[in-house]
């Protein structure tokens, strides 16, 4: 299945990456970011961006509601989280799958 719009829950370098090879395949991204991380450059490579909390990822990249919730206002199709962060968390995974999003990873 082809995406056209997936959502990148994570930020730095492994999101401008993974931004980077969405673009190469014409699928539009979303970047969340936290209060600090406006200016960074994986939120200004997206196609669209989405504050999700202040600087303590606990608020921010971990809270699985303000992440689900970004994917779901922008018309996501899918989430990738990167690694670290939700990567390695099979609840989010099962969340994902409950809000009709695709887990990438």
């Known amino acids: 299945m082809m995406f ?3 959502l990148v829950a994570n930020r ?8 980077k090879a969405c673009q190469e395949m014409r699928i ?3 970047a969340i970011y936290s209060n600090i991380d406006s200016e960074s450059p994986h939120v200004m490579m997206a196609d669209e961006s989405v ?6 990822p606990l608020e921010s990249y971990l809270n699985f509601d ?5 994917a779901k206002e922008t018309n996501s199709e899918a989430i990738h ?8 968390n099979p609840q ?4 994902c799958s409950d809000n009709k999003l695709t887990f990438i990873g």
């Open 81 to 88: 989280p990167g690694y670290g962060f939700l990567s390695e």
């Open 51 to 56: 504050e999700i909390g202040p600087a303590n």
């Open 4 to 6: 056209t719009k997936i």
């Open 28 to 30: 539009k991204t979303v």
């Open 12 to 19: 730095g370098e492994i999101a401008c990456r993974i931004i």
């Open 66 to 70: 303000k992440v689900i919730n970004a």
């Open 92 to 95: 989010f995974s099962s969340i």
